[in-house]
């Protein structure tokens, strides 16, 4: 089978930098999407939300940018710091009668150098 | 420590042994979740509570998975007869009910061997 460990997106930038991490959805009918940051050993940790009557949301170093029409998500951070190494998953809340459960996407992994 | 604690946090048996893990969320919080981790992907949904019902189970959960939480406080997740494909992560959060901000614990680490 697919090792997909080995094939997890990798986005490396330089401190200080801007880092944009994509993510796209397939189910137009989602309402309600999240990032969070998961750092290696530890369980995952919101960041931001965004409803979908919204384009963009921003937090503190954080944007997220909705795109409906081709049903993309955008997490910006800004002055990337090495503290934000971590793999970054979008979440969409669950569909249809999948009210309580968040969907997740496979994931970016950013590393930052110093 | 308020947060959402899981136990035990590693975990090794045996192919066809059953396991249990448990799960403190934030006493607050109404909602319960559990989710399974495995490399290099995202945590995939098994099932949910709010307060002592159990509301929804992902297909994924096999009939050798069972999960409870008897007073709408703390939750247990049992395995029984694993196999070796049940190796994974398996994760914890809590919520309060409507809210996408689930507080995840660190996960229980379950190895099959």
């Known amino acids: 089978g697919e090792s997909v460990g080995l094939h997890l997106p990798t986005l490396s930038v330089q401190e200080g930098d801007n880092s944009i991490i994509n993510c796209a959805y397939s189910n137009s009918a989602s309402d309600y999407f999240i990032w969070y940051k998961q750092e290696s050993g530890k369980g995952p940790q919101f960041i931001i939300d965004?409803?979908?009557?919204?384009d963009k949301r921003q937090g503190q170093r954080v944007t997220v940018l909705l795109n409906k029409t081709v049903k993309h998500l955008s997490l910006q951070i800004a002055a990337t710091q090495p503290g934000d190494s971590a793999v970054y998953f979008c979440?969409?809340?669950?569909?249809?009668?999948?009210?309580?459960?968040?969907?997740f996407g496979k994931g970016t992994k950013l590393s930052v150098k110093p | 420590d308020t947060g959402v604690s899981q136990d035990p946090r590693h975990k090794i048996t045996k192919r066809g042994q059953n396991v249990t893990f448990r799960c403190d969320p934030i006493s607050e919080h109404n909602r319960l979740y559990w989710y399974r981790q495995t490399l290099g992907q995202g945590p995939e949904f098994l099932t949910y509570?709010?307060?002592?019902?159990?509301?929804?189970k992902s297909r994924l959960l096999s009939d050798r998975f069972s999960a409870e939480r008897p007073k709408g406080s703390f939750s247990t997740l049992e395995i029984q007869r694993t196999e070796q494909g049940d190796s994974a992560m398996y994760l914890c959060?809590?919520?309060?009910?409507?809210?996408?901000?689930?507080?995840f614990g660190e996960g229980s680490r379950l190895t099959v061997l």
């Open positions: 959060a809590s919520s309060f009910r409507g809210s996408g901000e689930l507080f």
């Open positions: 509570f709010q307060n002592e019902a159990q509301l929804e």
């Open positions: 965004i409803r979908s009557n919204m």
């Open positions: 979440a969409e809340k669950g569909y249809g009668g999948s009210q309580g459960n968040l969907i």
